[in-house]
């Protein structure tokens, strides 16, 4: 079993909808999430972090965590072309600082 | 902003040479990581560091090993490349708690012929 589950995509939503991105995890200790987004043939860069149950926003983007349904999940809203690209969802177990990512989700936002 | 350097974009390499690739971070974090990214199979970890000298292996480590000697930078090296080795390598690294994330270099984009 995965530790981190992922939906791989793509998943296509019009200019201006809400993106739903969602994110699954096995080990019942983790303690902090985070979100990244990666373009095609870049790095990947943070944009969102989440360690309590509940939502945590900035800007466009919402962060959901339940730990009870060991579940996160990334809201975009008003989503642009420039939103295009792969999410990945990330997690620490508590083990130092070391995450398990999982696959991504690639995301398109079409015109 | 926390700035991770990987020293090349792009690399050949010829089967059975031995390969480094280097990593340099300029903002006095204690950890750092290197994973390699592969289509269907997402970020994979090699070795990580907590600290100077100090190294661990990762979930593949089989063909690769790691120096520390500085804080500030963490090589990886490929003892003789294989083709198998061709991959995106990305260095990352974080705060000593868990809680602050990562920050990675802009990859390397190793092809081995």
């Known amino acids: 079993q995965k530790e981190v589950e992922q939906n791989s995509g793509p998943l296509s939503v019009p200019e201006g909808a809400i993106a739903s991105l969602n994110c699954t995890y096995s080990d019942r200790v983790s303690q902090s999430f985070f979100w990244y987004r990666q373009y095609s043939g870049k790095s990947p860069e943070l944009i969102m972090s989440?360690?309590?149950?509940g939502d945590k926003e900035d800007g466009r983007f919402t962060a959901q965590l339940n730990k009870a349904s060991q579940y996160v999940s990334l809201l975009i809203r008003d989503s642009q072309p420039s939103d295009s690209a792969t999410y990945l969802c990330?997690?620490?177990?508590?083990?130092?600082?070391?995450?398990?990512f999982g696959t991504g989700t690639r995301l398109q936002v079409t015109l | 902003d926390v700035k991770v350097t990987q020293s090349s974009r792009y690399l050949v390499k010829r089967t059975g040479e031995k390969v480094f690739l280097e990593c340099v971070q300029d903002?006095?974090?204690?950890?750092m990581f290197w994973y390699r990214q592969d289509p269907g199979l997402g970020l994979r970890l090699i070795y990580f560091?907590?600290?100077?000298?100090?190294?661990e292996k990762g979930d593949i480590p089989e063909g690769y090993s790691v120096s520390r000697e500085k804080k500030e930078r963490f090589s990886l090296i490929l003892e003789s490349a294989s083709t198998n080795q061709t991959s995106m390598y990305l260095c990352?690294?974080?705060?000593?708690?868990?809680?602050?994330?990562?920050?990675f270099g802009s990859g390397t984009r190793l092809t081995v012929v």
């Open positions: 990352a690294s974080s705060l000593s708690q868990g809680a602050y994330g990562y920050t």
């Open positions: 989440i360690y309590s149950n």
């Open positions: 903002m006095d974090h204690e950890n």
């Open positions: 990330a997690v620490n177990t508590g083990t130092a600082s070391k995450l398990t």
């Open positions: 560091s907590y600290d100077v000298k100090m190294k």
